[in-house]
């Protein structure tokens, strides 16, 4: 069976999902990426107030390694 790459077409609905934006694609993939990085932030400083300056270097690191790709 060939690989369709439904599994990328989850993730970004599941990014969707988490943050009410389109996940990342390959049009405007910085702005979008730190739009996504920002209501990420957004969620978690409401959840868990102070926390997201632990979550912060964490977001920055993925982002960078390439796991937040585009």
Do not use: F
């Amino acid at each position: 069976m060939p690989h369709t790459g439904r599994r990328g077409a989850k993730r970004r609905e599941k990014i969707e999902n988490m943050t009410g934006l389109p996940g990342p694609g390959p049009q405007d993939c910085p702005a979008r990426a730190a739009a996504i990085k920002t209501a990420v932030k957004t969620a978690v400083i409401t959840a868990v107030g102070t926390a997201v300056t632990a979550i912060e270097p964490t977001m920055t690191a993925a982002v960078r390694a390439g796991k937040v790709t585009c």
